[in-house]
């Protein structure tokens, strides 16, 4: 079952533009990641914001979580053709193993297409 | 560091044949999951070892999907018999032991891409 779900499914801007993704999850959260995947590859780990922060920064990635609303946005700046990927959140759905491992819960994505 | 390793990349096999899909973790990772995405259902978490011992085998979607992982820098996802709904990319990660309250983050591989005729 998918924990978050990502919108837009797809997206379609020009080189230089801003990306904006949104990410809505269902169930109280420890924290919120963000995963990059290419086409034909594995994800990759982009960011990570916990339950207590409302916005963090990495680079021309910015992340954003309002709990009160149960939702994440990410904004890619000036996007690059390089940044046509699909981009998931995953919450780990409050749930704290014992070893201090939280199971993450992927939604189903967005298809960001940046045009050169 | 080499990253997370799967083989094979591909895999076609035929209707009721076993099938065996091969992991090998990052070196020192104390964690390995296995994933499934499908169009359909998106990413679905399967299982995940801690140290070797599987912890959450709530995801495997029946008897017929078995894991293992004999040692700390092997893993296997055995589907026998294969069915055609098998067909998806499987994915293995890793992570180390975050600590008390630290997240960590997963550490995918490049996938093997099932398909079942």
């Known amino acids: 079952s998918q924990q978050g779900e990502e919108d837009p499914q797809a997206l379609s801007i020009q080189e230089g533009e801003n990306a904006t993704m949104n990410c809505s999850y269902k169930?109280?959260?420890?924290?919120l990641q963000w995963y990059r995947q290419n086409s034909g590859r594995g994800l990759v780990h982009l960011i990570l914001?916990?339950?207590?922060?409302r916005e963090k920064h990495s680079g021309r990635l910015r992340v954003t979580l309002d709990t009160s609303k149960k939702s994440s946005s990410l904004l890619i700046t000036a996007s690059r053709a390089a940044d046509t990927a699909s981009y998931f959140c995953?919450?780990?759905?409050?749930?704290?193993?014992?070893?201090?491992?939280?199971?993450?819960?992927f939604g189903a994505g967005t298809r960001l297409a940046v045009h050169p | 560091d080499a990253g997370v390793i799967q083989s094979p990349r591909h895999e076609v096999t035929e209707m009721g044949q076993e099938v065996t899909l091969r992991c090998k973790p990052i070196?020192?990772?104390?964690?390995l999951f296995w994933y499934r995405q499908t169009m359909m259902r998106g990413l679905e978490l399967l299982i995940y070892?801690?140290?070797?011992?599987?912890?959450?085998d709530s995801g495997m979607p029946e008897d017929r999907f078995s894991a293992k992982m004999p040692n700390a820098s092997f893993s296997t996802l055995k589907i026998q018999p294969s069915e055609p709904r098998d067909s998806a990319v499987y994915f293995c990660?890793?992570?180390?032991?975050?600590?008390?309250?630290?997240?960590?983050?997963?550490?995918f591989g490049n996938g093997t891409r099932l398909t079942v005729t």
């Open positions: 990660a890793s992570s180390v032991d975050p600590g008390q309250g630290v997240p960590s983050p997963l550490h």
């Open positions: 169930t109280s959260i420890n924290n």
């Open positions: 914001i916990r339950s207590n922060e």
């Open positions: 995953a919450t780990d759905g409050g749930i704290l193993f014992s070893g201090g491992y939280n199971k993450l819960i």
């Open positions: 070196s020192g990772h104390d964690y």
């Open positions: 070892f801690n140290n070797n011992v599987p912890i959450d």
